[in-house]
């Protein structure tokens, strides 16, 4: 029996317990909407642009300096 206030894990997740055909039926879940939006709005930052670059000098230079103005 939950107490007052108490949410199952499926509430907390976003993923409601759904019966086979429901769950066939859905084609995204909540946290997979959620994880396309995030991968999305990362990619729009200014700095994304520089990722590459940036991967390639951590990867080459033990100590590296980042800043931006």
Same mark, same amino acid.
């Given at each position: 029996?939950?107490?007052? @206030? /108490?949410?199952? +894990?499926? $509430?907390?997740?976003?993923?409601?317990? %759904? @019966? /086979?055909?429901? +769950?066939? $039926?859905?084609?995204?879940?909540?946290? %997979?909407?959620?994880?396309?939006?995030?991968?999305?709005?990362?990619?729009?930052?200014?700095?994304?642009?520089?990722?590459?670059?940036?991967?390639?000098?951590?990867?080459?230079?033990?100590?590296?300096?980042?800043?931006?103005?």
């Amino acid at each position: 029996m939950q107490r007052r @206030g /108490e949410r199952t +894990a499926e $509430a907390v997740s976003g993923v409601a317990a %759904v @019966g /086979e055909e429901g +769950a066939a $039926a859905r084609k995204l879940t909540t946290p %997979v909407k959620r994880t396309v939006k995030i991968t999305e709005d990362i990619s729009k930052l200014p700095i994304a642009s520089l990722k590459d670059t940036i991967v390639s000098t951590v990867e080459s230079h033990q100590v590296n300096l980042l800043f931006a103005l």
